[in-house]
């Protein structure tokens, strides 16, 4: 064979070596993909299993979520999240607390490497989870997937206690106690009470769309005074959303003589406003018009009781505990921070020592310390307890007499006053009890009309509460 056949050969052979070659990594690149792709499915079905997990333990807790934030994120491990195995990968699992009602679960799911910690100029190679991890600042050297809420409005991961919204009154008509066990403040504040009371329901209308009554105060302005005042007593209307906040009075000018708020100038003020305080105080979001947009401000800490658990009959109770951080620290406002020290929303999510909230009071609560150089919720402390009246008239509208404590003549039989409630029109003849309806983790709600035998077991397995009942 000549030179140039034989050079033909070999460049045919060339050729195909490399034409060989080419379609080997293009082989190997596409089954590369195709296998990140497939760790990256079950990093997320790792991931959906520690969430489930999670969710488990906190249904398991009822109302008890610091409880079963405790439970998660210690484990018996000490670690300040929960860890497991499952498809041969690892979760990691978060439970933060966002307010008083609601916790937010973060699960991630690692499959097909091993957790490291990079050290000075080192950066993560190709292939490995883009994130660090977000409990242990590790990095792993495989697939992951994350499920969070990265906008902050979807409520898919998050939990939501069955019991209503905050501080509503979900009975027709209940009597709400107020009672001021713990205050450690250096400041002086006055305690107030709003209402937004529920409306009409004429053509479906939301029946909380109202404006605040009056600020009506509740404990006159003072400091370190446990043990100095009692109990007080008003009737609150079914669906009436509760606000409770209070006037904080730096220098301790306005500190009264007496525990009556008999003859204590009303306060016509705002937020924008306080005078003769310094600064307001809410427990919930006061600018918020409508019941289910109201949530909780970062100044207070809005706790559900444990056993608080909302039903009717004669043993149905509303309790929570309110504490305010008295001082306007606006840095504290730190949604962003993760340091209980300096941040009033990881105080909350973390409790003090960012190991979640482990220790309760006596009352069931969470125990309350007092630093006063950083946030603490123990300087103004009122437990709100709702337990149902059966004496209607009590709780009618204030223009017709109610919403305030009567003298009670025990030879009178109660009355129970006539009910305005104008259900709709259908062929459900019995259904005449009017009750406001809201799906779990929704703002939005309408009003359905029931049958009075089923009043009970709706409002036990819905987050509802009665508007008004027809004749």
């Known amino acids: 064979m000549g030179k140039a056949a034989l050079l033909i050969t070999f460049g045919a052979a060339l050729f195909v070596a490399q034409g060989l070659l080419s379609q080997t990594e ?9 296998a990140n792709f497939e760790d990256g499915v079950v990093a997320r079905e790792i991931a959906r299993s ?48 966002v307010n008083g009602e609601v916790v937010r679960i973060t699960s991630v799911g690692y499959i097909g490497g091993e957790f490291v910690r990079l050290r000075g100029n080192q950066s993560p190679e190709p292939g490995w989870c883009r994130q660090e991890d977000p409990f242990s600042r590790e990095n792993y050297t495989g697939a992951c997937h994350t499920m969070s809420d990265a906008t902050g409005n979807s409520p898919i991961y998050e939990y939501e206690l069955p019991s ?25 504040s006055a305690v107030y009470l709003e209402r937004r009371l529920p409306t009409g ?22 400091n370190n005074r446990n043990g100095q005042v009692s109990l007080v007593t008003k009737y609150i209307r079914g669906g009436t959303q509760m606000n409770f906040f209070i006037g904080v009075d730096k220098d301790c000018s306005t500190r009264a003589t007496s525990t009556s708020v008999e003859g204590y100038p009303q306060f016509t003020g705002d937020v924008n406003n306080p005078a003769p305080y310094d600064h307001l105080h809410y427990a919930l979001a006061e600018e918020v018009g409508k019941l289910g947009d109201m949530s909780e401000t970062p100044w207070a800490f809005t706790e559900m009781h444990p056993e608080g658990v909302d039903n009717s009959g004669p043993d149905a109770i509303q309790r929570w505990r309110i504490g305010w951080e008295d001082q306007h620290i606006t840095s504290w406002d730190n949604p962003g921070s993760s340091d209980p020290q300096t941040s009033l929303q990881a105080l909350k999510s973390q409790g003090y020592d960012g190991l979640g909230w482990p220790d309760a009071d006596g009352r069931g609560y969470r125990t309350l310390r007092d630093y ?57 003849q019995d259904h005449k009890v009017a009750v406001w309806h809201k799906l779990p983790n929704q703002k939005n709600g ?24 027809g004749n």
């Open 446 to 469: 309408k009003v359905l009309c029931i049958a009075e035998s089923a009043v009970e077991s709706h409002l036990n397995n819905h987050e509802d509460h009665v508007v008004c009942r």
């Open 26 to 34: 293009t082989g190997r690149h596409t089954a590369q993909n195709q």
């Open 372 to 428: 006063g150089s950083r946030p603490d919720f123990s300087d103004q402390v009122v437990e709100v307890k709702l337990v149902e009246e059966t004496d209607l008239s009590l709780c009618s509208p204030p223009d017709e007499g109610g919403g305030i404590e009567p003298p009670v003549d025990p030879t009178v039989e109660p009355t129970v006053a006539p009910a305005s409630c104008e259900c709709p029109k259908h062929a459900h």
């Open 164 to 188: 209503g919204d905050p501080l509503t009154a979900k009975l027709e008509c209940s009597k709400l106690t107020v009672e001021f066990i713990d205050s450690r403040a250096g400041y002086c």
């Open 50 to 97: 520690g969430f489930n997990v999670a969710m488990g333990i906190l249904r398991d807790h009822g109302n008890d979520l610091h409880g079963a934030i405790r439970d998660i994120n210690i484990h018996g491990t000490g670690r300040k999240y929960l860890q497991g195995q499952h498809q041969g990968g690892t979760f990691r699992v978060r439970a933060e607390l």
């Open 201 to 222: 329901i004429q053509a479906g209308a939301d029946p909380n769309a109202s404006d605040p009554e009056p600020p009506e105060m509740i404990f006159t302005p003072g």
